[in-house]
C-alpha cells in the first residue's frame, strides 16, 4: 500500500510505504507524483512500514516509470527526501544508490519521524 501521510511541514510531502505493493496501487498515485512534479522544490518524507514487502504483480516496472520520470523531468527540482525506516536493508539500500538521488537524502529511524519532517522542511 502507499499513501499520502498527514500533518505534514510546509512544502513537504510524505508518502508512507507498507505490505506489497502492487502496479496497479503505483499507477494510481502518478497524479500525486505529477502534482510534487509541478512544484519548484521537491521535499519527501519516505516512511517505510516494518511490514513493507517490496514489489507485487507490476510493482517494479511502474516504481521505475514513476522513479525514472520524476528524476529525468525533476531532476534539478530535489532538494531534500527523508527517508524513515528500522530495516537495515533500507540503509544498504540508501547508500548503494545515494549517487544516484538528486538533492540532499538522509536516512531515520522510526522513532524520529518529527525530525525527518523538520530536515525536510529546512
Do not use: C
Amino acid at each position: 500500500m502507499i499513501e499520502m501521510l498527514p500533518d505534514m511541514p510546509e512544502g513537504v510531502t510524505g508518502i508512507r510505504v507498507s505490505g506489497r505493493l502492487s502496479g496497479d496501487e503505483l499507477h494510481a498515485f502518478k497524479p500525486a507524483m505529477e502534482k510534487l512534479g509541478r512544484t519548484d522544490e521537491i521535499r519527501i518524507v519516505e516512511v517505510v512500514a516494518p511490514d513493507y514487502e517490496g514489489f507485487g504483480p507490476g510493482g517494479l516496472i511502474e516504481d521505475l516509470k514513476l522513479g525514472l520520470g520524476a528524476l529525468i523531468g525533476h531532476h534539478s527540482s530535489f532538494k531534500r527526501i527523508a527517508v524513515v525506516s528500522d530495516q537495515d536493508w533500507v540503509a544498504h539500500a540508501l547508500h548503494a544508490f545515494a549517487w544516484m538521488v538528486p538533492g540532499e537524502l538522509s536516512l531515520f529511524g522510526l522513532d524520529d519521524l518529527e525530525q525527518a519532517k523538520e530536515w525536510a522542511a529546512g
